[in-house]
């Protein structure tokens, strides 16, 4: 198993647009986690999706939304991009409570 | 609300001597307390947890919820141990939502 795999690895994106995050988590996991990492900070809980529900929202605008597949895969998205959003995102799955293993991250940048 | 404070952004060590990284953390339940690391070039990753009680890799922490610390300890550093290391919090067993600290870059000097 690879572990949690995340694309793009980093991408470029103007003020205003949209932007479309994706993982995958290892495979049996249920639950998926997303964080933002800003530069020279901790991760910041965004989402948490287990079974395709939403169990957790961090303290995230509306612009951010997220959902889960019913392979477990998930999407992160962001809409009307402020430069304040470039970050590094992460995704972690886990077996439901126990460790969470996160992914390689996915860097954007926003101009 | 819950809040994890890491005061040192820096810290450097020689190898050989003991290690500390100190973790603060402020919320009113009963809390589970996580220590992540990151090495060079490597994804983040779990060290070690206050449930499992166990040394990884020679470090160890002891949830004081007195003084409501989390603190990170070897006795002897290792070059291999150079990493940001990040201590971490949820509201308890089964919470997925971790809060973060701002992390330490520990360098081990040669």
């Known amino acids: 198993d690879a572990g949690v795999t995340q694309s793009p690895t980093h991408l470029i994106k103007t003020r205003g647009q949209h932007v479309t995050l994706r993982c995958s988590p290892i495979s049996g996991h249920k639950s998926v986690s997303w964080y933002q990492q800003v530069l020279g900070q901790g991760p910041q809980f965004i989402f948490q999706?287990?079974?395709?529900?939403?169990?957790g929202r961090g303290n995230f605008p509306d612009r951010f939304s997220a959902r889960q597949f019913p392979n477990y895969s998930s999407e992160l998205n962001v809409n009307a991009l402020l430069l304040g959003d470039s970050a590094l995102y992460l995704c972690a799955s886990s077996s439901s409570g126990y460790e969470q293993y996160f992914g390689p991250g996915t860097r954007l940048t926003v101009t | 609300a819950q809040r994890v404070t890491q005061p040192e952004k820096l810290l450097s060590v020689f190898k050989g001597a003991p290690v500390e990284l100190k973790c603060n953390y402020s919320y009113s339940g009963s809390p589970e307390l996580f220590w992540y690391v990151q090495y060079s070039r490597q994804r983040l990753q779990l060290l070690l947890r206050h449930i499992s009680r166990e040394s990884i890799k020679g470090f160890t922490a002891d949830l004081n919820k007195g003084e409501t610390s989390f603190h990170l300890k070897k006795p002897f550093a290792q070059e291999e141990d150079s990493a940001m290391y990040y201590c971490a919090l949820s509201a308890g067993f089964g919470n997925e939502k971790l809060t973060f600290g701002t992390g330490t870059r520990l360098t081990i000097i040669p």
């Open positions: 999706y287990y079974e395709k529900e939403e169990r």
